[in-house]
């Protein structure tokens, strides 16, 4: 029997011999399984695959975002110290047309920058620890769904 007769019932056999020629096997995940169990498995080991990195995405997209506020909070204040220096080389402060202080609003700013940051930095919590709880949840039922097909 000739070469070209031996894969004529065996689709990827043209696509492994080309791979051959070139040094190369064929990647596993290209090759195609007809045990369900099989893809079950490999589709549970992805599935754990995806919610870690999920987990790990949403992290560093948390220290970015923390990184971020740190950046513009220490602009801020090196603003603002410019600004107390430059009034306090004027003598006086400066009133509006209304007749407040220039300063007034910037006497409760570093409180509202706080407040801001506190909220920010809880939501970021929140969303981290549900993304830990659904990874933990996913794996669990991606273990649970190992060991049930192990046991038959």
């Given at each position: 029997?000739?070469?070209?007769?031996?894969?004529?019932?065996?689709?990827?056999?043209?696509?492994?011999?080309?791979?051959?020629?070139?040094?190369?096997?064929?990647?596993?995940?290209?090759?195609?399984?007809?045990?369900?169990?099989?893809?079950?498995?490999?589709?549970?080991?992805?599935?754990?695959?995806?919610?870690?990195?999920?987990?790990?995405?949403?992290?560093?997209?948390?220290?970015?975002?923390?990184?971020?506020m740190q950046?513009?909070t220490?602009?801020?204040?090196?603003?603002?110290?410019?600004?107390?220096?430059?009034?306090?080389?004027?003598?006086?402060?400066k009133?509006?047309?209304?007749?407040?202080?220039?300063?007034?609003?910037?006497?409760?700013?570093?409180?509202?920058?706080?407040q801001?940051l506190?909220?920010?930095?809880?939501?970021?919590?929140?969303?981290?620890?549900?993304?830990?709880?659904?990874?933990?949840?996913?794996?669990?039922?991606?273990?649970?769904?190992?060991?049930?097909?192990?046991?038959?």
């Open positions: 029997m000739s070469q070209e007769n031996m894969g004529a019932g065996d689709p990827l056999a043209m696509l492994r011999k080309m791979w051959g020629n070139m040094g190369l096997n064929l990647p596993g995940m290209v090759v195609p399984t007809f045990d369900c169990e099989e893809l079950e498995k490999r589709i549970a080991d992805l599935k754990a695959v995806e919610a870690w990195l999920s987990m790990n995405l949403s992290m560093l997209q948390m220290t970015i975002r923390s990184m971020e950046n513009a220490l602009r801020t204040v090196k603003v603002m110290g410019e600004m107390a220096s430059n009034a306090a080389e004027g003598g006086q402060a009133t509006d047309a209304t007749g407040k202080e220039a300063g007034a609003e910037a006497q409760i700013w570093p409180l509202m920058l706080m801001q506190q909220e920010y930095m809880k939501r970021q919590a929140d969303a981290a620890t549900e993304a830990k709880d659904e990874i933990k949840a996913k794996t669990a039922q991606a273990g649970a769904t190992g060991r049930k097909k192990d046991a038959k």
